[in-house]
């Protein structure tokens, strides 16, 4: 069984913690519909990256800024369909507080929503869009979680759904484990390792001060 030593988890959320997989889809092919943007190229790229990049690379005669503002304002108010990921409560309540952060590239508000939507504690550390210039793939979102946890990231490890978001934590110097459930296997090739599913997940203390992640 692999191990993993470190002194702090850093999750992705959508995918990760929370499945809300049915409503980002509904909610941007509903916005595509509207705006005359093609669904598919938007659901090609929308999973793990900010919303207002997405809206630049698909739509760049749009005002980027408040399309997001309008679509994650929306999510925000209508969890319809999220439900919580299985296994995601007993691993975040097996971890000793301060010792993990959400790093997600939606909004505070969409965050925390979500979070309690779904029954899991809110974090005391958050990283969400509202925090960086440069979401996923780029390495500021781990770089951040990182020093807001307390840890350097070569500390740290993440967990993550989408490729553009283990791009973001190697690039920032963190290990970190692959979910297969927004995409498959092999699509996560660049982590440490690849889970199927957070319920064979165990966290424990080792004595010294660090954790050690048995999946």
């Known amino acids: 069984m692999p191990t993993f030593v470190c002194s702090a988890i850093l999750f992705d959320l959508d995918g990760v913690l929370v499945d809300s997989t049915r409503q980002v889809d509904r909610e941007w092919r509903?916005?595509?519909?509207?705006?005359?943007?093609?669904?598919?190229?938007?659901?090609?790229?929308?999973h793990g990256v900010r919303t207002v990049e997405v809206i630049r690379r698909v739509a760049p005669h749009l005002d980027a800024e408040a399309e997001a503002a309008a679509i994650e304002n929306h999510e925000?108010?209508?969890q319809t369909g999220v439900v919580v990921m299985p296994g995601a409560l007993d691993l975040v309540r097996s971890i000793p507080e301060g010792r993990w952060a959400v790093v997600t590239s939606g909004s505070r508000l969409l965050a925390q929503n979500r979070l309690r939507y779904c029954g899991l504690p809110v974090p005391e550390v958050m990283v969400t869009s509202d925090d960086v210039t440069h979401g996923?793939?780029?390495?500021?979102?781990?770089?951040?979680?990182?020093?807001?946890?307390?840890?350097?990231p070569s500390e740290?490890?993440?967990?993550?759904?989408?490729?553009?978001?283990?791009?973001?934590?190697?690039?920032?110097?963190?290990?970190?484990?692959?979910?297969?459930?927004?995409?498959?296997?092999?699509?996560?090739?660049?982590a440490d390792a690849v889970l199927r599913a957070l319920t064979g997940v165990r966290v424990s203390a080792n004595g010294t001060g660090q954790l050690m992640i048995q999946i």
């Open 156 to 190: 740290c490890v993440v967990i993550e759904d989408a490729p553009a978001g283990i791009q973001s934590a190697r690039a920032a110097g963190t290990k970190v484990m692959g979910l297969a459930s927004t995409y498959a296997a092999e699509k996560l090739s660049q």
């Open 30 to 46: 509903d916005w595509a519909a509207r705006k005359g943007v093609d669904g598919d190229a938007v659901m090609a790229i929308a």
């Open 76 to 78: 925000a108010a209508d």
């Open 136 to 152: 996923k793939p780029h390495p500021e979102p781990y770089l951040k979680g990182a020093a807001r946890i307390g840890f350097s």
